[in-house]
């Protein structure tokens, strides 16, 4: 097997990896983005660039998380686009709005 192989393996199960990772906690975490948190391939740019400046996390995450910055930061994002299909579309970043008004006693 030649190198060039082994590396397209290794960035497949990288891209796996990638699409079965919610974020677990913070900002786009389960508890502000429930009930699941946002897929790490749907965090903003911003949000990625803010860990680049303070640091990765030193596990999986971190690797995951570095991996999805420097694939969005060479303006390849739409290669998330599988995932986003099969998990039904792109996380929601905000809150959903409620539907209800309350007009009170009146």
Do not use: N, Q
């Not at 082994?6 to 990288?14: A, C, I």
């Not at 686009?81 to 008004?101: N, Q």
Request: hydrophobic share 30%; net charge neutral.
């Amino acid at each position: 097997m030649e190198s060039g192989e082994m590396e397209r393996d290794d960035f497949r199960r990288l891209l796996s990896d990638i699409g079965e990772m919610r974020m677990p906690y913070g900002k786009f975490g389960p508890k502000e983005c429930p009930p699941d948190g946002v897929w790490i391939c749907d965090l903003p740019m911003e949000y990625l660039a803010w860990f680049k400046e303070r640091g990765f996390p030193k596990d999986r995450l971190g690797e995951l998380l570095t991996a999805v910055y420097d694939i969005k930061s060479h303006g390849m994002d739409a290669l998330f686009d599988p995932m986003r299909h099969k998990h039904g579309g792109r996380s929601p970043l905000r809150p959903k709005r409620r539907k209800t008004i309350d007009f009170g006693d009146g």
